[in-house]
C-alpha cells in the first residue's frame, strides 16, 4: 500500500463548479502537505502549501489538512476550463529529509 | 524569480546509449531532488541531495548515477538505456521542505 493515496479520477466539472480533491496518508509524520498543478507535459507547479494541521486559502484555492484523521483537501472554487489539469498531493517530513511522496494525482476537466 | 531549470528538455537515444540530464536548482536551496514520471504515472521518487552529498535513494536502477557539484548543479547520469527509461525526468529543490520543480526532460529511448 502506498503512503499517500490519491483518486486518479478523471473528474470532469462544468464551469464554475466547486471541485474537492483529496488525499490520505498512512504515515502521521508527516508535516508539510503540498498540491501540485501539472498541465500536461509540463513540470508540477506548486500551488498551495500547508504546515501541519488547519486550513489556507488563496484566492479560489483552500486547502484542508486534518493530521487526525491523515486527510488533506483542495477545494477550487468558481472552476475555469484553465484549472484543467492534473493535481498531484505530496507531503513531507523533517525526520525523512522532506523526501516527498506523492499521491498518484487526479485529472480534472473544467468543461465550458 | 529564479526557477529550476533542467538541460535538456528533449533528449532522444538510441538503447544502450547513455544519457546525461543537469539540473539547475534555485539558489540557496540546500535539496535536490531527482524524480522520473512515466506516461499517466505519479512521480517516482530517484534520489536526493543535501548540500551536495547523497541523502537518500530511491527507486533507481543501478544503470543511473547522480551527483551535486560545488556549484550546486546536479547531473543524472543513465547508462545502457532501456525502453523503459523514456520517461519525463524531473528536478526539484527545496529548503526547509518547500519544493519547486523544474520543467523536466522528456527522454525517448529508441
Known amino acids: 500500500q502506498k503512503e499517500v493515496e490519491q483518486d486518479p479520477g478523471p473528474l470532469s466539472v462544468p464551469e464554475g463548479a466547486i471541485v474537492s480533491l483529496n488525499c490520505t496518508y498512512s504515515n502521521s509524520a508527516f508535516q508539510y502537505f503540498m498540491w501540485y498543478r501539472q498541465y500536461s507535459r509540463k513540470g508540477p507547479e506548486l500551488l498551495m502549501y500547508t504546515y501541519s494541521s488547519g486550513n489556507k486559502e488563496d484566492g479560489r484555492f483552500t486547502a484542508q489538512v486534518d493530521k487526525s484523521s491523515k486527510y488533506i483537501s483542495l477545494f477550487i472554487r468558481d472552476s475555469q476550463p484553465s484549472d484543467s489539469a492534473t493535481y498531484l498531493c505530496?507531503?513531507?517530513?523533517?525526520?525523512?529529509?522532506?523526501?516527498?511522496?506523492f499521491g498518484a494525482g487526479t485529472t480534472v476537466t473544467v468543461r465550458a | 524569480a529564479a526557477g529550476v531549470i533542467q538541460s535538456p528538455r528533449h533528449l532522444i537515444k538510441e538503447k544502450r546509449e547513455t544519457a546525461t540530464l543537469k539540473c539547475y536548482p534555485i539558489p540557496r536551496h540546500d535539496t535536490v531532488y531527482w524524480y522520473q514520471q512515466g506516461p499517466g504515472q505519479d512521480p517516482q521518487f530517484l534520489i536526493s541531495?543535501?548540500?551536495?552529498?547523497?541523502?537518500d535513494k530511491g527507486s533507481i536502477p543501478d544503470r543511473f548515477s547522480a551527483q551535486q557539484f560545488s556549484d550546486y548543479h546536479s547531473e543524472l547520469n543513465m547508462s545502457s538505456l532501456e525502453l523503459g527509461d523514456s520517461a519525463l525526468y524531473f528536478c526539484?529543490?527545496?529548503?526547509?521542505?518547500?519544493?519547486?520543480f523544474g520543467p523536466g526532460t522528456r527522454l525517448t529511448v529508441l
Open positions: 526539484a529543490s527545496s529548503s526547509m521542505g518547500l519544493a519547486s
Open positions: 505530496a507531503m513531507s517530513a523533517r525526520s525523512n529529509d522532506y523526501k516527498l511522496s
Open positions: 541531495f543535501y548540500e551536495k552529498m547523497q541523502s
